[in-house]
């Protein structure tokens, strides 16, 4: 089902199947939501509703909101794309606290990286 417009996201880490298999259900589904506004596409299984009440599950609402409205605001879906998840998901792929200065400095560079700029003065002040 292609019905809204792909975003673009170099950011978003390719995770080994081993580890999307051990993924919970909210990773799980945040990862294959950004794979799905990364590509266009999205498959009918991921078209149902969310029913958990986390930052992960707002995040994937707001992608899952991206793919079934006809205009949608790029700015937050934008936001989750390209920092949040990517994020998210370079912590789950190399998760040793040795990791940590090396994960917020990248967090840092692309909220610095990012195109708004009111979300980035948002993001610089809880940062």
Same mark, same amino acid.
């Given at each position: 089902?292609?019905?809204? #417009?792909? $975003? #673009?996201?170099?950011?978003?880490? &390719? /995770? ?8 919970? @259900? ?12 990364? @590509?266009?596409? /999205?498959?009918?299984? /991921?078209? *149902?509703?969310?029913?958990? @009440? *986390? ?26 794309? *390209? $920092? ?9 792929? #190399?998760?040793? $606290?040795? +990791?940590?200065? &090396? ?5 840092? #560079? ?6 708004? +700029?009111?979300?980035? +003065? $948002?993001?610089? *002040?809880?940062?």
């Amino acid at each position: 089902m292609k019905n809204f #417009e792909p $975003i #673009e996201n170099a950011n978003l880490p &390719k /995770l080994p199947d081993d580890m999307v298999d051990d993924l919970c @259900s909210d990773q799980y589904y945040g990862y294959r939501i950004c794979l799905a506004v990364m @590509s266009g596409y /999205l498959d009918p299984d /991921l078209q *149902k509703p969310i029913v958990h @009440s *986390k930052w992960l599950t707002l995040a994937c609402r707001i992608l899952r909101f991206y793919t079934s409205t006809k205009q949608p605001s790029k700015s937050l879906t934008n936001f989750c794309l *390209k $920092i949040y998840f990517p994020t998210w998901f370079n912590i789950k792929k #190399e998760n040793k $606290i040795t +990791d940590g200065a &090396k994960k917020i400095f990248k967090l840092i #560079e692309r909220v610095r990286q990012f195109p708004t +700029d009111k979300v980035r +003065d $948002i993001s610089m *002040k809880v940062l």
